[in-house]
């Protein structure tokens, strides 16, 4: 009996995209924090497709944005990775720096120091 091995590249964009999604949450609700103009802009996102969106505030478009990165890289990364291995171990600690980013820029106090920082305050 033969094995026969299947390229990893199609799990590697899976995880990849995954990532990029919750990078895209992250950036999107530094986004909709930093002015009314930010907060309307990623809201109209979510207004454009989303019942119930507008009681729903910027959070419906934090989503949708997330959601088409997170689709669109899959989609992307998927056709040009398909038939490449990628070893999973370098994947995993790409998905683990992303995953870690994002979350460390959805925290409070990290999300107000990016805020300060992009309105000209000093570190």
């Known amino acids: ?12 964009a899976a ?7 919750l990078l895209v949450l ?6 909709a924090e930093y002015s009314k103009a930010g907060k309307e802009w990623v809201h109209a996102w979510g207004k454009a497709w ?8 910027p959070y419906s478009g934090k989503e949708t944005l997330a959601l088409i990165a997170w689709l669109g890289s899959w989609l992307l990364l998927h056709r040009i990775l ?6 999973l171990s370098d994947c995993t600690v790409l998905f683990l720096i992303g995953i870690g980013v994002a ?11 990016v805020l300060h920082l992009l309105r000209g305050g000093h570190p």
């Not at 989303?50 to 505030?57: D, F, Y």
């Open 82 to 87: 398909r038939r490449k291995n990628i070893p």
């Open 50 to 57: 989303m019942p119930g969106a507008e009681g729903i505030g």
């Open 1 to 12: 009996m033969t094995t026969t091995e299947k390229p990893t590249g199609a799990a590697a």
């Open 26 to 31: 992250a950036i999107s609700h530094i986004a």
């Open 15 to 21: 995880v990849y995209s995954a990532a990029l999604g």
């Open 103 to 113: 979350t460390t820029l959805l925290w409070p106090p990290v999300t107000e120091w």
